[in-house]
């Protein structure tokens, strides 16, 4: 302490928080800072994202050799980079749904017909899997690109706002990202999913009846009786991945009966909150079904139209469960909707009626 | 006090300390997390359509819910498989 005396040392500290105070209020320096931190970790979470897209398209292509395909990357590359889907012009509301139909079918039509092309002779059950496989590899790449597209961006403009957005939600991107490439292994060996939950549930109140045919890839089931009860069901054809075209089987068969439908009760996988518990099961009113809207605006007309109440009884469980193999949680949730679906039928449909019962999912793994 | 530590190279020499225990307390926490691994199973449920037999086994690729895989030892009723579902394992430290 000899060459500074104590006067000197409040003096150095004073000049230290004023051109300290001047950086941080009137240079861009901490956020440069930050900008270059938040952008290293994304850079970082990126290779993540880079290393499962791979990741997935390796085993992709090895699913598609096991099926004897020979060129299976060229495959996977040409189906990843197209089939986009353009959403119908939406200021003009008038027949929207309808519009909207025409292309997720047109879109699915040829999706079915590429696989036909490129893989003549697959069973029904492989082909429905594929594509949901295939699906998911391209889910992937697409996330991937709009995250690498927002982190140049942010990069070029400096927008360090862009890139501590992007920082702060990399982390539930990865997960989901995580979660999908997990899923890709269920529908490779063709386990339920925890979206099969709906189809399930038909599967135990239909017993061993056969299956008929009502609309593309969906069947229903016909007189099962329960306490005098008649109980039709409607749900994708398995045991392949398909969700089926739901609504437009629920019409059909409403048309089919000519109205005479007491109450058509629906059954779902439904998102939980972060504080709600795996298997929880929940019963309100209306259409539970996640589809973008044509096969939900089918069921409400329909009802609507003979005035048929509209129960919906829903199986929580999070996007992780919902996408990848049925757990435990969820297959004791299925049981215990089974028995509020089946008090629904005996409480509040009358002896002698009919009940329409419609189980909402992907049915793989389940017949 | 010796000489040549003063109070504010003490105050320095605190903050530096604690920031690199920090650091490397977050990267070991990190990693223990990271290494932390569940071991799933997949469980195949096979019923007799009369509800008198039941037993579990693993899950064969093939399996699916309404499958017939054959008859029932006791009454020769058709064995179906009436589950599949995965149950977690017992958490693994790798
Ligand atoms: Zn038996």
Redesign the pocket.
């Known amino acids: 302490m000899n060459m500074l005396d104590v006067s000197d040392i409040w003096t150095l500290i004073i000049v230290i928080i004023f051109i300290l105070s001047f950086i941080l209020n009137f240079t861009d320096i901490p956020q440069r800072i930050q900008l270059w931190r938040f952008a290293s970790y994304v850079r970082r979470k990126l290779i993540q994202v880079d290393d499962i897209e791979s990741d997935v398209r390796r085993r992709l292509v090895n699913y598609l050799g096991s099926l004897g395909i020979k060129t299976p990357r060229e495959i996977v590359d040409n189906f990843v980079n197209n089939y986009f889907l353009i959403e119908p012009v939406n200021i003009e509301p008038t027949d929207i749904i309808r519009r909207l139909a025409h292309l997720i079918r047109v879109r699915d039509t040829n999706i079915k017909s590429y696989i036909d092309y490129c893989m003549p002779g697959l069973t029904k059950v492989d082909k429905h899997n594929l594509i949901v496989a295939l699906e998911i590899a391209a889910v992937i790449t697409i996330v991937n690109k709009v995250l690498k597209h927002y982190f140049k961006t942010g990069l070029e403009s400096n927008n360090w706002v862009l890139l501590m957005q992007l920082a702060l939600e990399m982390p539930r991107i990865l997960k989901i990202i995580n979660a999908y490439s997990k899923a890709l292994d269920a529908f490779f060996l063709g386990t339920p999913i925890g979206d099969a939950a709906g189809p399930l549930l038909v599967k135990y109140l239909v017993g061993g009846t056969e299956p008929k045919y009502i609309a593309e890839d969906t069947v229903y089931f016909d007189g099962v009786m329960l306490n005098n009860r008649r109980v039709y069901a409607i749900k994708a054809e398995g045991p392949g991945a398909t969700v089926g075209r739901i609504g437009e089987a629920v019409e059909k068969l409403v048309e089919k009966l000519g109205g005479n439908v007491a109450r058509i009760i629906t059954v779902d996988a439904a998102l939980k909150l972060e504080s709600e518990v795996t298997g929880e099961v929940a019963e309100g009113v209306g259409a539970a079904i996640g589809d973008i809207g044509p096969e939900k605006i089918s069921i409400e007309r329909v009802a609507v139209k003979y005035g048929i109440p509209l129960d919906a009884v829903v199986i929580k469980m999070s996007q992780e469960e919902a996408i990848n193999t049925m757990t435990k949680e969820v297959y004791d949730g299925v049981l215990k909707a089974l028995d509020k679906v089946k008090n629904i039928i005996t409480s509040r449909v009358r002896e002698g009626e009919s009940v329409i019962v419609v189980g909402v999912g992907n049915t793989v793994g389940v017949l | 006090m010796p000489p040549n530590l003063d109070i504010f190279t003490l105050i320095l020499l605190i903050m530096t300390i604690s920031l690199i225990l920090y650091t490397l307390l977050l990267s070991f926490i990190q990693r223990k997390a990271s290494r932390e691994t569940v071991k799933p199973k997949i469980i195949t449920k096979i019923s ?1 359509m ?1 509800d ?2 039941s037993e579990e086994r693993d899950f064969k690729k093939g399996d699916y819910v309404g499958l017939v895989v054959g008859k ?1 030892p ?2 020769e ?1 058709n064995l179906l498989i009436t589950a599949i579902y995965l149950i977690r394992g017992v958490k693994e430290k790798g």
Request: some cysteine; aromatic content about 12%.
């Open positions: 007799c009369r008198d037999y029932c006791k009454c009723g």
